[in-house]
């Protein structure tokens, strides 16, 4: 078996019931043909990069799970085509090596002592501008002469 992950796009129209059906739905159709839930991440409605069939927004799903590669190149591929209220999907194969299950650790701040200043940090660009406009400055005032 290898992990997969789906994300899929439902209308916005469909009632929060509806949601839940279809997510439902998807769910007991990858654990009836032998797969594994891994993961089930309802991202909620956001708003699409593009319209897409006349929509401007969607809710969306991720799924991770563990199947056989015959099912999702078949059945579960099926089941999104046919599916009129899926607006997109997409199902990935993760690399094993480098998909962890354990989320992501935050890193730790360090906080620092009351009163000590916190200086920004600079890049090149910033100077640059810096010596533009200080330049751009002298000439005018030299012009005014």
């Given at each position: 078996m290898r992990?997969?992950?789906?994300?899929?796009?439902l209308?916005?129209?469909?009632s929060?019931?509806e949601?839940?059906k279809h997510?439902?739905?998807?769910?007991?159709?990858?654990?009836?043909?032998?797969g594994e839930i891994?993961k089930?991440d309802?991202w909620?409605r956001?708003?699409l990069?593009?319209?897409?069939?006349?929509h401007n927004e969607?809710?969306y799903?991720?799924?991770q799970?563990?199947?056989?590669?015959?099912?999702?190149n078949?059945?579960?591929?099926?089941?999104?085509q046919?599916?009129e209220?899926?607006?997109?999907y997409v199902?990935v194969m993760l690399?094993?090596?480098?998909f962890?299950?354990?989320p992501?650790?935050e890193?730790?701040?360090k906080?620092?002592p009351?009163?000590?200043?916190?200086?920004?940090?600079?890049?090149?660009n910033e100077e640059?501008?810096?010596k533009q406009?200080?330049?751009s400055?002298?000439?005018v005032?030299?012009?005014e002469?």
């Amino acid at each position: 078996m290898r992990t997969y992950e789906t994300i899929f796009i439902l209308k916005p129209e469909l009632s929060a019931e509806e949601h839940k059906k279809h997510i439902e739905f998807y769910k007991e159709n990858i654990t009836s043909h032998g797969g594994e839930i891994v993961k089930v991440d309802v991202w909620g409605r956001q708003a699409l990069a593009y319209p897409i069939e006349k929509h401007n927004e969607g809710y969306y799903v991720l799924i991770q799970f563990k199947a056989d590669t015959n099912y999702t190149n078949d059945e579960l591929e099926k089941r999104f085509q046919f599916n009129e209220n899926v607006i997109r999907y997409v199902i990935v194969m993760l690399d094993e090596k480098r998909f962890k299950q354990n989320p992501r650790k935050e890193p730790v701040r360090k906080e620092r002592p009351a009163g000590e200043k916190v200086s920004k940090p600079r890049n090149e660009n910033e100077e640059a501008d810096e010596k533009q406009s200080e330049e751009s400055s002298e000439v005018v005032e030299n012009e005014e002469k």
